[in-house]
């Protein structure tokens, strides 16, 4: 069965600093990925996608994320973050076949907070 | 214009209780969902529909039951009411039944007292 680790629960960094979210999966094969943001009392916003091609995917707000195939990975990153980036990180893969709508399996999310 | 809302944002209702949650998108996606949150974070998928067909149905008590009257349109009606039923239930769409990136909704916050 498909699962996706994120192994840090809550990460604290002080604005301005550099982010890195941690992401591993377990698949039969190379699905497609996902990062999405959870401000408090909002819905899920896509921040990036991975499909195929360049490993390194730009998203929204600044973020990138890389796929790494050999370590099953897909780990978020921004260079420096912003206090409003304080929110909830889900990390998310979907089946590339399988002719139907299989919905993505979702970590269980990594608790961003920001310092001043 | 809200491209997928959910109707209403916070419900609370007693034990015993039927109630129903309701979603609409503008984007002219096939396929839509619905998912759980419960209070730990973590995103369950209950439901998907795609051209009005249910595809997937997960282990949820058949006390949940999605409803779709058109493409647009993919409501979540849930009998008889349990504690274990407080959540926040998302619903999302995609375009093609695949795996193109999911537009959700803000979310209905169900606490059932």
């Known amino acids: 069965a498909q699962s996706v680790t994120q192994p840090d629960i809550h990460i604290t960094v002080s604005e301005g600093a550099s982010l890195e979210l941690r992401c591993n999966y377990s698949?039969?094969?190379?699905?497609?990925l996902f990062w999405y943001v959870q401000s408090p009392g909002q819905g899920l916003q896509l921040l990036l996608k991975?499909?195929?091609?360049?490993?390194l995917v730009q998203g929204i707000k600044g973020f990138e994320a890389e796929f790494k195939r050999s370590q099953s990975s897909f780990n978020l990153r921004k260079p420096s973050v912003h206090w409003s980036d304080a929110a909830e990180y889900f990390c998310a893969v979907g089946p590339r076949s399988g002719g139907g709508a299989d919905g993505l399996t979702f970590g269980k999310g990594t608790h961003l907070i920001i310092q001043p | 214009d809200t491209a997928v809302s959910q109707t209403p944002k916070y419900l609370v209702t007693q034990m015993g209780n039927d109630k129903s949650i309701k979603c609409e998108q503008n984007l002219g996606h096939d396929t839509m969902y619905w998912y759980k949150q419960d209070s730990k974070k973590f995103l369950k998928i209950m439901f998907s529909?795609?051209?009005?067909?249910?595809?997937i149905n997960e282990t949820v008590p058949n006390r949940f039951s999605p409803k779709s009257p058109d493409k647009a349109h993919l409501n979540l009606h849930i009998n008889s009411l349990e504690l274990g039923d407080s959540a926040v239930y998302f619903c999302?769409?995609?375009?093609?039944?695949?795996?193109?990136?999911?537009?959700f909704g803000s979310g209905t916050r169900l606490t059932v007292v």
């Open positions: 698949y039969g094969a190379t699905p497609y």
């Open positions: 991975y499909f195929s091609g360049d490993t």
């Open positions: 999302a769409s995609s375009q093609e039944a695949g795996n193109y990136g999911y537009t």
């Open positions: 529909y795609n051209n009005k067909e249910l595809i």
